[in-house]
């Protein structure tokens, strides 16, 4: 039994200008723009959301189908697919066309000038999920628009439980179709912003999104992951990786994750990228690591709760569960984002960042703060309560269990502090346009060097520095 991916399979041409656009742009000449840009930095990355979530099912131990359109260019990538062990029973080529690829040209002034080129992606229609046999679960990912709408009607069609997961497709899908394809999915899953927009186009709340579906999931970048199901929200927190290797496409090893706890009936949150140790780009060899063995049991009881329709089970492993397992809610949950120059949250996948230019003028080390959510509370809360509700009966039994619950999470907000703590660095780089810049972020062995070369990197508001 398999697991189909369906989505994109894609190119990405990232290149830098070592100049500024407007030098080589005259303003009362716009009318009759003809300019070229030399980019001596050019470099090519295996993207796409497909590719993305199958490799890291293939970590997991799963064996995934890819459901994808590719050009005649696509040879690489196939290639990669093969390398990779990855089947390509799905992978239909398309002859006249091109892999969908982005081409993304920055300059020194922060400046960007993308194109994406969809290519064969427009016709990933020509696909039929039916046609795909001894499939148990699928999802449908950021992909053509007629593509989605099909493979979504096949699923629901064939009796296939999928996931729904817009994404970046949210812009080209209308009103009625996502709400179509809400109602023929078993689960959602979107990030915080994603879930605005739907709300918005919809004209629906998250909570009446939610009630169309088993299961609707929000991941919310370092606060963790949210979930809805029958009107009953549970928060996860984010975990706290041993180390960042590669966060790049870690949003989609949490719908990874999502997809092989349901399979494997071990618990969606536990099988995401928590239990892994990067973030589900192609660019790292295959290796697997287990979930805390407490994690995988609380966390089996919440999947088995979407699969029954009924939230009674999780209750009652919440009021029978070890401190172990509550706390396992404090390393779980949606992939976290990270502070260091590695890290990179589900939103800024596949996006353009300006990157400038400079060198390392000192280096001096800081302590990061832990976080401090509500989730390492209501743990404390949870397990002192428990132990409270054990002592005596009646009357004193219940001001037992709420002494135990203030006293717990008080406890367990200390707690998710101190374990989320992390040493920091401060670079100060002179960049080449002789700004100084101070950027502060996790210290993950870089080891940067006054008088060395470096990246800076900028994105909607967030600067890392890296190699």
Do not use: W
């Amino acid at each position: 039994m398999s697991i189909l991916v369906c989505g994109s399979v894609a190119y990405d041409s990232i290149m830098v200008f070592h100049d500024r656009f407007k030098n080589h742009i005259l303003p009362e000449q716009i009318h009759i723009l003809n300019v070229s840009f030399l980019v001596p930095d050019l470099r090519r990355e295996f993207g796409g959301c497909a590719g993305n979530i199958a490799y890291s099912l293939k970590l997991l131990g799963a064996d995934p189908l890819i459901m994808a359109t590719v050009g005649e260019d696509a040879g690489p990538y196939r290639y990669r697919l093969q390398k990779l062990g990855l089947r390509q029973d799905h992978v239909r080529e398309v002859p006249g066309t091109f892999t969908a690829q982005a081409f993304i040209t920055t300059d020194l002034d922060d400046n960007q000038i993308t194109a994406f080129h969809p290519g064969a992606m427009f016709h990933s229609h020509l696909n039929d999920v039916r046609e795909a046999r001894g499939v148990k679960l699928g999802i449908v990912s950021p992909d053509g628009r007629d593509g989605m709408l099909r493979h979504a009607r096949g699923f629901a069609a064939a009796g296939v439980p999928f996931v729904f997961d817009p994404g970046q497709a949210l812009p080209i899908l209308g009103s009625e179709e996502l709400l179509e394809c809400l109602q023929l999915a078993t689960y959602c899953t979107v990030n915080d912003y994603e879930a605005r927009l739907m709300s918005e186009k919809t004209g629906r709340s998250e909570a009446e999104l939610a009630a169309m579906v088993d299961g609707f999931v929000v991941t919310l970048g370092a606060e963790g992951s949210r979930i809805r199901h029958r009107g009953e929200v549970l928060s996860i927190a984010a975990a706290k990786p041993d180390a960042i290797i590669d966060p790049t496409g870690c949003g989609d090893a949490y719908r990874a994750g999502l997809l092989y706890g349901d399979c494997k009936r071990v618990g969606h949150a536990a099988c995401g990228p928590a239990g892994r140790g990067d973030g589900g780009a192609q660019d790292r060899p295959p290796r697997r690591t287990e979930p805390p063995a407490d994690a995988r049991r609380y966390c089996g009881a919440l999947s088995a709760g979407f699969r029954r329709g009924s939230m009674v089970s999780l209750r009652t492993t919440r009021l029978q569960a070890t401190a172990g397992a509550l706390a396992a809610l404090l390393i779980l949950g949606g992939c976290a984002q990270g502070l260091g120059g590695g890290a990179y949250s589900r939103t800024e996948a596949r996006r353009a960042m300006t990157v400038q230019f400079g060198t390392v003028e000192s280096v001096r080390g800081v302590q990061l703060e832990g976080t401090k959510t509500p989730v390492g509370t209501v743990a404390g809360a949870a397990v002192g309560g428990i132990a409270g509700s054990t002592v005596g009966g009646g009357r004193g039994q219940a001001v037992a269990t709420v002494i135990g619950a203030v006293a717990g999470g008080l406890a367990g907000a200390a707690v998710e502090e101190g374990v989320t703590r992390t040493q920091g660095v401060e670079v100060t780089v002179r960049l080449d346009n002789g700004q100084f810049l101070a950027v502060v972020q996790a210290d993950e062995g870089e080891g940067f060097r006054p008088g060395e070369r470096v990246y800076v990197l900028r994105d909607a508001g967030t600067t890392r520095v890296t190699r």
